[in-house]
């Protein structure tokens, strides 16, 4: 079992940046590939952001690319997503991911454990 937490979520002027960070708990961090998703009201989830469990294979969605960041620090558990420049139309409940077992990691149906996820909002 892992078990996630977010953070670092809140209220930001377009234009500003946020940091979310994802704690896991529960058995060894390393072997996770973890992968950051969100939602927004009445869209369906989308994935943002995926890292390998050793940091060298790294994958974002079209609209992240040049402007999010995402990377891990196993030694602390924590999986981190930077992001720069947000326009309102990040505005989304945004969650980690965890998988352990082989599969696509831009599919949410890849990853096995999930946190309860972060609100961003982000206004004009």
């Known amino acids: 079992q892992v078990q996630l937490v977010e953070s670092g979520g809140g209220l930001v002027q377009a234009g500003g940046s946020l940091r979310l960070s994802c704690v896991a708990s529960?058995?060894?961090?390393?072997?996770?590939?973890m992968g950051w998703f969100r939602q927004s009201p009445g869209k369906e989830r989308e994935f943002v952001a995926s890292?390998?469990?050793?940091?060298?294979?790294?994958f974002y969605a079209d609209s992240a690319k040049g402007r999010f960041t995402i990377s891990r620090d196993n030694a602390k558990n924590t999986l981190y997503l930077e992001m720069y420049s947000l326009p309102p139309d990040d505005t989304a409940v945004y969650s980690c991911?965890?998988?352990?077992?082989?599969?696509?990691?831009?599919?949410?149906?890849?990853?096995?454990?999930w946190g309860q996820g972060t609100q961003v909002t982000v206004s004009s």
């Open positions: 991911a965890a998988a352990t077992t082989w599969g696509p990691l831009t599919l949410a149906a890849t990853y096995e454990y």
């Open positions: 890292i390998s469990w050793n940091g060298y294979n790294i």
């Open positions: 529960g058995r060894t961090f390393d072997y996770e590939a």
